[in-house]
């Protein structure tokens, strides 16, 4: 299994150990870029995050440590959130 394959179904954020979805929350899935395939928990989410989109940490986007990619919901399916660049 590679790694793209082993990351995809995981939720972004949480314990390797436990990153399976839990039952009662809503996810989205992440599109593109670095995170792609991982599951991200948008459960009580702001209405502005849900619109606009959500900077994510990540350590293995272009910046590295520190690092975020930018994930924005699709118009036609909130489920979905494509990924629209890196930052520092």
Do not use: C, Q
Not at 70 to 83: N, T, V
């Amino acid at each position: 299994m590679d790694e793209t394959e082993f990351m995809r179904g995981r939720v972004y954020g949480a314990d390797h150990e436990d990153a399976a979805p839990r039952p009662g929350r809503t996810y989205a899935e992440l599109v593109g870029g670095p995170l792609d395939g991982l599951l991200l928990d948008i459960t009580g989410r702001g209405e502005t995050d849900l619109r606009e989109g959500i900077p994510l940490r990540t350590e293995i986007g272009r910046y590295g440590t520190g690092g975020r990619a930018l994930y924005i919901p699709r118009p036609e399916d909130a489920r979905r959130f494509d990924w629209h660049g890196d930052s520092p």
